[in-house]
């Protein structure tokens, strides 16, 4: 028995070594790809409930990798935000939001909304504002056109400054969107502390909607309640026609998923928004 666990004492701190090399490559990578403009996006589009056309996307960041290909952002947002990298991508993610925004604004016939996701460190860095309100200007884009959806931790920390910047947004007239509603325990407070023009409901929650009673009920409540706070409420993860027809008839307001579109390139996303479709 000593000897098994001295091999795997030899086998854990091995793996562990491993491990923390492989996180050393990939912060230098990183660093890299700030300079190399590896990072691009891709955009999901999202659906009106009541005319069935595409109103909007959302801006999902994607790393093109020199060797490993294209990398999603679950593998590196997390080093990306201990490492304070976090803030030089998202000025990135911001530059070319508006950018594309500004595009459309000059090219498509409809107005067209654009979703940012923005994490905590974001918010919570004194220069955000200045960077963002620089963005604005520089590339000129009507700021009712911008959603900003805060991941729920975003609001966790420092909810005074917070508040501060969320008012800030308003007055310039952005929107304000509640991220992956639902997931964490304090959902509820920060309906309580911030005013919010959106709430997106977690994909976690919209997987069964269909096929469980609980979590049609969780979800029908959710929508209920958005209503009563005026929210437009967003319905992700939608993957089936009768996840559709339910939250249709439930009264949500758009819908969000790979049923109506997974995130896309702008060529493709731009095909879509030239000829809506409608289920
Ligand atoms: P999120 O903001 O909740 O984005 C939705 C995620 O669900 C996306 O994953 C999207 O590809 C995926 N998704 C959309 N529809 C469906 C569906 O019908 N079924 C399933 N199974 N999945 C669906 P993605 O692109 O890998 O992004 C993961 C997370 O990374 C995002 O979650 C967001 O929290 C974060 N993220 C992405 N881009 C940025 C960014 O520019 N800045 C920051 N700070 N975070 C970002
Ligand atoms: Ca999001
Ligand atoms: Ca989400
Ligand atoms: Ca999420």
Redesign the pocket.
Known sequence: AKKEEQNSFIFYSARNQKSSTNLIELEEDLRKALTKDEFL??Y?PKQCCHTGKIIGV?????WEHGKKGLI???EF?PL??ETGL?IP??EQ?IDQ?LKQLKEWQQTLSSSICMA????A??VHHENFLTMLTGKLMKYDVDPKCIEI?L?ENTVMKNSSQSSKVFERLKDIGMKIAI??FGVEYSSLNYLKNFTFDTL?I??SF??DITTIDHQAKIVEAIIAMGRALDLVVVA????TKEQVDWLKSRDCDVL?????G??MEVSQVEELLKQPISN
């Open positions: 996006l891709h999901q959302e801006a999902l960041l994607r999603s952002p679950a947002i990306a935000e976090i991508i998202g993610v939001a940012i996701n923005v994490s460190r974001q959806e991941t991220d992956d997106k977690d994909r919209i997987a992700e993860g939608v993957e969000q998923g790979y049923y109506i997974k995130p």
